[in-house]
């Protein structure tokens, strides 16, 4: 699809986004508002963001701060980095141990609209450098957006070398109508590896475009979960590259949606070398007139022999008006690999339901179980048994 | 790995066998100047001695084409297309009613002769009078370029009700089914190729089969693009009446030749109440040289529509020729407890290009769909699955299954999988799979130690992983499909 045909002319975001940009606002006003002519976007309308002039955040007040963070699932010590409104709340937050050294790596992401949003907007988040060996532990990046019809666009920026290892806890909210638009520019070293666990629950008139690129070296490690649950609409979008042999990547997510919200999971797994291998599970409920989305793009290089991909989405529609649009792809250009995917999409097992009703559980509660059921291997993936905790308590609320 | 290198060797050993099939028929043709513009579509409707209605619908939907783009979203790539430089008409200087064969013209019979088709069967598609008295399970409507030189077994389908006949004569003598069917499943403006075959298509097969008759035989085309620059616009229109049962067969192969050329056809069904069409496809146009030159650019519409409650429509193909396909048989689903099918081997080799699939709209309550796609790819060659399925509001409790198994031969080729599946309906079930791998190791070993050989092992993998669509075609086609897997790849690999 020609990308300039897709620029929504005069969408006054656009324009807006592109006069507050100094250096990249060519870039902006080259790909533009992406319109559902535009593949990547077909079930993701930009048309609620488009007419609205959106404006840089104010500093967040001290009494917004504590309301929104006492209303999140968080662990009770470890590292930690608070971001209001796309600035660091350097009171609240306990940074890691580690020599703070800037990183120039960026990646391309060329058309990528969120990516391009973001490098116009750009403002700075975390930039880490974890040292070669070390086990960083636990970091919770905490942001924060509040207002309304303003934006935020953090740019982070974390490169593990060879053997280091970090879980980054990963929470977004905000109140008001905003945009949060973070972007992810990863390096995982040789042998290294990085849990990527992330809690979505922004406002529920809030819009989360987030984008993640990481690049993946020699048996390094890429584990990530997603779970989408709040913003009216809201995409993660990951770029996920294994450019050396024996890397392994997860993609998992659980997208949770309710009233009239649409929730996007859009990932890229490019397998660019050979014996690596991919795991993606994502599951996504919908209830009301939730929207939910999953686009999955594997892909395989001619050199990546031996590769070994796996995709498996299923969507569970609880109410009539619920909508699922799924686009899980393989593009394969090495013979001798081993690549599937699979989705399905339907409602809940009668037979499962009566079976549960009939021994006396109410229907309610029936249905509930049913839901976890079908969540908890998703949820599974989480390896960390506190995180995971964390976000089934976020599900619960 | 001394498998993978055998089956490389013989895969390119198969690479240069050439096109068994490549030949040209020198006949007298009666051709328009090469362009298009609204005179070309005039003359076209003019030599075809069509009413006003058809030409007017014919100039709504050049008119449309012009307004639109070609579409450039399928994982194809061809240098550009140039539209003017074609002749749009193309049709052979015929005597009418040859009474015998030694009337035919020699030209005619020496293709069906490299065709195979038998004697009998030659005087058949020729027309010679008192030729149906040979009696055969088949029915064929021979579209020799662009014109049906001759329908068989009139007579037969007549008593029965069967209208079988070339759509240029249905719309003289039936141009109130013509008129209150075509465009009405594909529109004129549906899609850029679709748009263009409405204003230019020349011919094809109309087929009407009326209330309650069950089709007594199976209806055939063997299509053929013959004179060289011609573009083939077919227009196929089948319509099954309440009750009514079909079964189509559309077998094609091509003359070698250099240029490319363009094939856009469309293919309209109609299935009324409980009527059942099923539409098989054997495609082996020339996919071009060693290095992809020439070879048929094969862009088809092809939808059928389920209006009746429980009516039923099922696509099978063999897709193993043209340089670059671009092909999704689709079904709307618009009667209630209709069923959509779609049963698909596609090869492609050497530097072919195939981007196939289909759509399964489910429009209607407990609509059932089944998917079965295999792709084979070898050379350097890419194959493509796109498919859509989706589930509107009302389509309660419609089911989908969709299995998409993609084997590559060779490490220059390419195999994707795109699939969509959008469900607007808590109730519908939607189920879909896809794997991409190669020969299995494992699979090859268990037949060699067997006392299989190579050769002999690869291919009875390989017809065992397209096993599931073979047998869903009619006997007829089975054989020859079986006999053009074999020449697209299992006589070299197996």
Redesign the interface.
């Known amino acids: 699809m020609s990308v300039q045909s897709s620029v929504a002319s005069g969408a006054p975001a656009l324009e807006v986004f592109v006069q507050r940009s100094a250096a990249h606002g060519g870039a902006l006003a080259e790909i533009g508002l992406p319109t559902r002519r535009v593949e990547a976007w077909r079930y993701t309308p930009l048309r609620a963001i488009a007419d609205t002039a959106w404006t840089q955040a104010a500093p967040l007040a001290a009494e917004s701060v504590s309301a929104l963070l006492n209303d999140l699932p968080l662990p009770e010590s470890g590292a930690r980095m608070v971001y209001g409104n796309g600035r660091l709340l350097e009171g609240l937050s306990a940074p890691l141990d580690v020599v703070q050294q800037a990183s120039d790596h960026v990646s391309p992401l060329k058309g990528v609209f969120s990516a391009t949003l973001n490098m116009a907007l750009g403002e700075k988040g975390l930039d880490l450098h974890i040292p070669a060996g070390m086990d960083a532990g636990l970091l919770t990046l905490i942001s924060l957006s509040s207002g309304d019809t303003v934006s935020t666009h953090l740019q982070h920026r974390i490169v593990l070398e060879e053997g280091a290892s970090l879980t980054l806890y990963d929470v977004n909210a905000g109140e008001g109508r905003y945009i949060a638009n973070p972007r992810f520019d990863i390096v995982v070293g040789k042998g290294a590896t990085l849990r990527h666990i992330k809690l979505q629950r922004e406002s529920l008139s809030g819009t989360h475009l987030a984008i993640v690129s990481a690049d993946v070296s020699e048996k390094g490690e890429y584990d990530s979960f997603t779970l989408n649950q709040g913003g009216s609409l809201a995409r993660h979008e990951a770029v996920v590259t294994l450019n050396a042999p024996h890397a392994m990547v997860h993609v998992n997510g659980v997208q949770i949606v309710d009233g009239q919200r649409l929730n996007d999971l859009t990932s890229m797994i490019h397998h660019a070398a050979p014996d690596g291998s991919s795991r993606q599970t994502v599951k996504t409920v919908l209830s009301d007139a939730g929207q939910g989305v999953f686009q999955g793009k594997i892909l395989v290089d001619r050199v990546a022999q031996k590769t070994d991909g796996y995709q498996m989405n299923q969507a569970l529609l609880l109410s009539e008006k619920a909508q699922i649009n799924s686009k899980p792809e393989l593009e394969i250009y090495a013979d001798d690999v081993k690549c599937s995917h699979g989705a399905t999409v339907g409602a809940l097992d009668d037979e499962q339901l009566f079976y549960l009703r009939s021994r006396g559980v109410p229907e309610a509660q029936a249905r509930d179980i049913l839901v976890r059921a079908f969540l908890i291997d998703a949820l599974d993936l989480v390896a960390d048994e506190a995180l995971r905790d964390l976000l089934v308590r976020s599900m619960a609320s | 790995m001394p498998a ?1 290198t055998e089956t490389r060797e013989t895969v390119e050993k198969l690479a240069k066998s050439s096109y068994e099939w490549g030949f040209e028929t020198d006949i007298e043709m009666d051709i328009a100047p090469k362009g298009l513009n609204e005179e070309t579509v005039r003359l076209i409707s003019e030599r075809k001695g069509e009413p006003q209605w058809m030409l007017d619908w014919r100039l709504k939907a050049f008119r449309a084409w012009l307004e639109m783009e070609e579409p ?2 399928a ?1 194809i790539h061809h240098p550009p297309i140039d539209y003017q430089d074609a002749h749009y008409f193309a049709q052979p200087k015929k005597k009418s009613g040859p009474k015998s064969l030694d009337e035919v013209d020699p030209e005619l019979l020496k293709t069906y002769a490299k065709l195979g088709i038998p004697l009998h069967e030659q005087a058949l598609l020729a027309g010679v009078e008192g030729a149906e008295e040979a009696r055969l399970p088949v029915a064929v409507d021979a579209v020799f370029d662009s014109v049906s030189v001759a329908t068989t077994f009139r007579k037969t389908l007549a008593e029965a009700g069967v209208i079988f006949c070339p759509i240029s004569e249905a719309i003289r003598e039936h141009p109130e089914l013509v008129r209150k069917y075509l465009g009405t499943v594909v529109p004129v403006s549906d899609n850029f190729f679709g748009a263009l075959n409405s204003a230019v298509f020349t011919d094809g097969s109309f087929v009407y089969i009326p209330e309650g008759v069950r089709c007594p035989m199976e209806l055939s085309t063997y299509f053929r693009i013959n004179a060289r620059n011609t573009g083939q616009f077919e227009r196929t229109l089948i319509i099954a009446e309440d009750r009514a049962t079909v079964s189509y067969l559309e077998g094609c192969t091509a003359p070698q030749r250099d240029e490319n050329q363009l094939h856009a056809a469309v293919v309209e069904l109609i299935a009324m109440e409980d009527a059942s069409i099923k539409y098989s496809t054997v495609q082996n146009w020339y996919p071009g040289d060693d290095e992809g030159r020439g070879g048929i650019y094969n862009f088809v519409t092809k939808r059928g529509i389920c209006r009746g409650a429980r009516s039923k429509i099922s696509w099978t193909q063999v897709e193993t020729g043209s340089a670059i396909t671009w092909k999704y048989p689709s079904c709307v689903l618009a009667g209630e407890g209709s069923v959509g099918e779609f049963y698909s081997v596609a090869v492609t080799n050497n530097h072919q290009q195939a981007d196939t699939g289909t759509k399964m709209i489910h429009l209607a309550p407990n609509t059932r769909s089944t998917i079965i796609a295999k792709t084979i790819s070898a050379g350097q060659s890419d194959s493509t699955y796109r498919g859509l399925v989706r ?1 509107q ?1 009302k389509a309660r409790n419609a089911r989908n299954f969709t299995q998409c198994d ?1 084997l ?31 020969i299995s190791e494992d699979q090859l070993f268990y037949c060699r130690s067997r006392g299989l050989s190579e050769e002999d092992a690869v291919g009875l993998i390989v017809n065992g992983f397209c096993r599931e669509v073979l047998k869903e075609l009619p006997m007829e086609f089975a054989v020859e499909a079986q006999k053009l897997l074999q020449i697209s790849l299992e006589g070299s690999v197996g």
Not at chain 2, 413 to 433: D, K, L, Q, W
């Open positions: 993978v450039t979203w994982h589930m509001p993609s590559l031969i060779g490490d220059q080729c390419g195999a994707h999988t795109v699939p969509y599946i959008e469900s607007r309906n808590m109730t519908a079930r939607v189920e879909h799979e896809a794997t991409t791998s190669k």
